[in-house]
């Protein structure tokens, strides 16, 4: 049975329960903590994305650390949200990824995912030398309006 909860492991490195293929611990923690958090359901249907899709992913950004009490020890990006609004985002459920694609794998990456039918929400950078699609399976149960697309 999956957990629809976040599941948090704040020493990845020790991590012994991590069963997905073609996503490493290494990319998919916090940039900033190094703390691994990350939600079952979604991981399966990244790990089936990326299967239908049949080119690799490069992981531009996954879990974002958001610290309510302590909230220094956030990602940068999530403790401004957190400063601004008081809600973190979408990243710090584990049900948010920004793959580095662009082009004909963007475009790929996009209507497979579309298909699919669970990806709610939908960010698209394609300018620049930083490109990347963002995918989240969040909805109102989570404080996000969802179905939605935004560009960067
Ligand atoms: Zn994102």
Redesign the pocket.
């Known amino acids: 049975m999956q957990n629809e909860e976040l599941i948090l492991e704040e020493q990845p490195v020790k991590y012994l329960d991590w069963n997905y293929p073609y996503f490493t611990v290494n990319e998919m923690v916090c940039q900033h903590t190094g703390y691994l958090g990350f939600n079952e359901r979604f991981m399966d249907s990244l790990v089936t994305l990326r299967e239908k899709c049949g080119f690799g992913f490069p992981v531009?950004?996954y879990y974002r650390h958001a610290d309510y009490i302590n909230i220094g020890n956030s990602h940068p990006i999530e403790r401004k949200k957190l400063e601004a609004t008081g809600k973190a985002?979408?990243?710090a459920s584990g049900k948010?990824?920004?793959i580095g694609v662009d082009r004909e794998r963007a475009f790929i990456l996009l209507r497979t995912a579309m298909d699919m039918g669970i990806f709610t929400?939908i960010?698209v950078n394609q300018k620049g030398n930083s490109r990347?699609i963002?995918?989240?399976t969040c909805n109102a149960s989570d404080g996000f309006t969802r179905p939605t697309i935004w560009s960067y």
Request: proline share 0%.
């Open positions: 531009t950004s985002g979408s990243h948010a990824i920004d929400g960010g990347f963002h995918l989240d």
